[in-house]
C-alpha cells in the first residue's frame, strides 16, 4: 500500500511512514483533482478529511475519508478501512522525505550519541538525516505498538 496524504495530515504522514509505508505528502497549494490524478498515477490511496473531495469523479477508488479528529482516531479509521498494519516495517523509511533508510557509515559515527553503535544506526540517503533508537523512536514506537492492538 503506497498513500498521498493531504497537506492537513502531515503527523500522520509522519506515521505512516514510521510504519514503513511509502506515504507522500501533499505540497501548499496543490488542487484536489491535481492531488487526485496524481494518486492514481502513482497508485497511492489518497487520504483527506475534506468531504468536497468526493465531489470528483477521480476520486472514485483512490480517496479514502477520514474522519475528523486526533491522531488516535485517524490511525483507528486506517486500521479498520484500509487494512493499515501498524507495524508494517517501522523505521525503515525518513520521517521527513520518505526515503528507504540504508545503514549509517563511518561517515555518520560522529553525528550520533556515545552510547549508539554505529551499527544500530540508519541514514537517509536522499537528506542525510541519521536515525537510531533514542526517547522519541520509543515515544513513537509504542504509539505504533498501540495502534496495532485490538483496540487501536
Known sequence: MKFLCDEMLGRLARYLRAAGYDTALAENGETDAALLRRAHDEGRRFLTCDR????HKAAQGVAL???AGDLDILAKALRERAGVDWL???FTRCLVDNAVLAAAGGEHAERLPGNVPLRQALHCPQCGRVY???SH?????ARLLRW????G
Do not use: D, K, N
Open 88 to 90: 508494517h516495517r517501522p
Open 137 to 141: 523512536h520509543r515515544r513513537m514506537r
Open 52 to 55: 468536497l473531495v468526493f465531489e
Open 65 to 67: 475519508l477520514l474522519p
Open 148 to 151: 496495532a492492538g485490538p483496540s
Open 132 to 134: 537510531w533508537a533514542g
